[in-house]
């Protein structure tokens, strides 16, 4: 069986980094500026708080850039299927491969909470130790439906070539 590799979009890396610019802008304007128009607010009335909230956004759009161009420049593809198993580097943190022999089934999800969730793949594992696995096509140039198809197309022809 032939390897997959699906590569990183750099339209969305793009689009991602001028939305943590923006992030960036929000966080310098609460770690140094005035903010004072925001005392009404209960939970912000501080200005200790807004302070370390912007402190917090800079820190977190600084890693975000930095991962982000860490993708735009990888040689790496974002996504590798092969007979071995999925390895994922469109993540910050890799979790490694995850292999074919592992996998008990394959689904279309969503990952976060309230308005900020992200569609994703879930893999759960024969294991019910181990926790799922998430794979997200935001950052491939590939959406989750053809994701899925195709780690479910490669999982079924694996699983039907070693007999299982």
């Given at each position: 069986?032939?390897?997959?590799?699906?590569?990183?979009?750099?339209?969305?890396?793009?689009?991602?980094?001028?939305?943590?610019?923006?992030?960036?802008?929000?966080?310098?304007?609460?770690a140094f500026g005035d903010t004072s128009v925001l005392n009404h607010i209960p939970k912000l009335g501080d200005?200790?708080?807004?302070k370390c909230i912007g402190w917090f956004t800079i820190v977190l759009v600084f890693a975000m850039i930095g991962f982000l161009l860490k993708c735009l420049l990888s040689k790496r593809s974002g996504l590798i299927i092969?007979?071995?198993?999925?390895?994922?580097?469109?993540?910050?943190?890799?979790?490694?491969?995850i292999f074919w022999n592992e996998i008990d089934t394959i689904e279309k999800t969503r990952v976060g909470f309230s308005l900020l969730t992200i569609p994703a793949i879930k893999i759960n594992y024969k294991d019910s130790e181990q926790?799922?696995?998430?794979?997200?096509?935001?950052?491939?140039?590939?959406?989750?439906?053809?994701?899925?198809n195709k780690i479910q197309s490669y999982l079924e022809k694996t699983t039907a070539n070693s007999g299982l």
């Open positions: 069986m032939q390897e997959i590799h699906i590569e990183f979009n750099p339209q969305k890396i793009l689009i991602r980094m001028i939305a943590s610019l923006v992030m960036l802008a929000a966080g310098i304007l609460l200005p200790n708080l807004r092969d007979k071995v198993g999925i390895e994922d580097n469109s993540q910050l943190i890799s979790k490694g491969i926790k799922p696995s998430y794979l997200s096509s935001s950052l491939l140039k590939i959406n989750d439906e053809e994701l899925q």
